[in-house]
């Protein structure tokens, strides 16, 4: 599964994910499954190829939070810096504020510039920084936090729509959402939101936004 070999490598080798060890095809395939009604996981294609991925999950166990989410991306080394991660980005932050969701949450590993980059980029915000918080590889590392708000944060809290539920045309429009030439999305499996990306999706001075 291309899923399970774009993170492989930085659970290996990287402290970018506190995961040690190397989940299964099977057990990513069903951390997939799982997210789904409540929560998009958007694959990007380029050249045939699934080359990047973004997701939501619960961002903490308490009911308060339901409204909450927290966010992550990754991208294959090769096609890293090509718009692919914003693109698929901006995409997942209109389909969860479609849903309801009010405000989402990343952590990043510090140093991760390329990540702090992405967050910034897309309209997220630092909050702060745990120390020293995970060890991994021999070293002690922080975590900085990001978060951005995603639906209007007035009024009480609506129910949330699962992605089965979202009006037609919906997923459609949130892949209008980010840069120019993020494409429409399919649903091409029963549980997978396919962002398709046949080409690099950023041309020089395309910025696009999230
Ligand atoms: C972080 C990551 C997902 C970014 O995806 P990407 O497709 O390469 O990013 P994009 O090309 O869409 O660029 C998004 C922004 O980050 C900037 N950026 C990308 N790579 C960068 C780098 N190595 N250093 C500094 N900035 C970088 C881009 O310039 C752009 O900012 P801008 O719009 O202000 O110019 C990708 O580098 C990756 O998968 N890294 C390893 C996994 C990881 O760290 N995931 C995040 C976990 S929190």
Redesign the pocket.
């Known amino acids: 599964m291309a899923v399970q070999a774009i993170y492989a490598p930085?659970v290996e080798s990287t402290a970018?994910s506190f995961e040690v060890a190397v989940p299964s095809i099977d057990e990513m395939a069903s951390r997939i499954a799982d997210r789904q009604p409540a929560y998009p996981f958007l694959v990007a294609e380029w050249e045939e190829s699934v080359v990047?991925y973004a997701y939501a999950g619960r961002f903490s166990g308490r009911a308060a939070y339901d409204w909450s989410v927290e966010t992550?991306?990754?991208?294959s080394e090769h096609?890293?810096?090509?718009?692919?991660?914003?693109?698929l980005y901006a995409a997942l932050l209109a389909i969860l504020g479609e849903q309801g969701y009010r405000r989402a949450m990343?952590?990043?590993v510090l140093p991760?510039?390329?990540?702090v980059?992405?967050h910034?980029?897309c309209g997220f915000t630092p909050v702060g920084v745990y120390e020293a918080v995970g060890w991994k590889l021999g070293a002690w590392h922080d975590v900085g936090w990001w978060q951005r708000g995603l639906a209007t944060t007035d009024g009480p809290a609506d129910p949330l729509v699962p992605l089965t539920g979202l009006p037609a045309g919906a997923l459609e429009a949130a892949f209008e959402a980010g840069p120019a030439t993020a494409r429409r999305a399919a649903l091409r499996r029963r549980d997978l939101l396919v962002a398709e990306t046949s080409r690099p999706v950023?041309s020089p001075g395309d910025?696009g936004d999230c």
């Open positions: 930085l970018v990047a992550s991306a990754y991208v096609a890293r810096h090509r718009g692919i991660g914003q693109a990343a952590g990043i991760n510039p390329a990540s980059a992405l910034n980029a950023r910025r």
